[in-house]
C-alpha cells in the first residue's frame, strides 16, 4: 500500500511532572544532543493502557512507585528535522516507594530533584520537545506550586476514545 494511503498516526508518549517539597522529579539522559533533563516519560507499549505507561516509564526511568492522580494535558509536537509528530499525555501523581539499587534506563544518567528556579536556570537543556509544555502547567499561587486545568484521576481512568 503505498504511504499516501496509508492511516496517519502520532507516537503517544506519557510523562509523569511530580512535586515534592518544592522541587520536580526530572531524569538527566543521553540524547543525540548531549545531556538533558526531562520528565520521567516514555512510549505507550502495544496493549498497555496509559496510566499503565505512565506507572511503568517512571519506574524504569527513575526507580521511584508512581501512582497517577490527576492528567495535567494532552500536548502535541512535531519534530522538524524527522517529521515525526508525538501525542503526550501528562500526568501527575504521588510517590511510593524507592528502589535505589534498581538500574535506571539505558541512557538514563540520573533520577534528581530540580526546584522551578534551577529547571529555568538549565532551560537550555530542558527537552523543550517532550517536556516543556508539561512544565508550563505549574504555577506559583500563595507561595506553591500548583497543577492547573487536571482532570480528576477517575475521569482519566476511561479511555476518551472508547466512545468513538
Known sequence: MPDQDRQWKPNVTVAAVVERDGAFLL??????DGLRYNQPAGHLEAGESLLDAVVRETLEETAWQFTPTALIGVYQ???????????????TGNLSGHDANRPLDT??????W??????RATRRTVLEADGGPA????SSSNGGWSVRGTLAYQ?????PYDDW
Open 155 to 159: 475521569q482519566a481512568r476511561q479511555d
Open 77 to 91: 509536537y512535531r519534530q522538524r528535522q524527522s517529521g515525526i509528530t508525538y501525542l503526550r499525555f501528562a500526568f
Open 114 to 119: 530540580l526546584p522551578p528556579a534551577a529547571i
Open 135 to 138: 512544565f508550563t502547567q505549574f
Open 107 to 112: 541512557g538514563i544518567i540520573d533520577a534528581l
Open 27 to 32: 531524569v538527566e539522559e543521553q540524547t543525540a
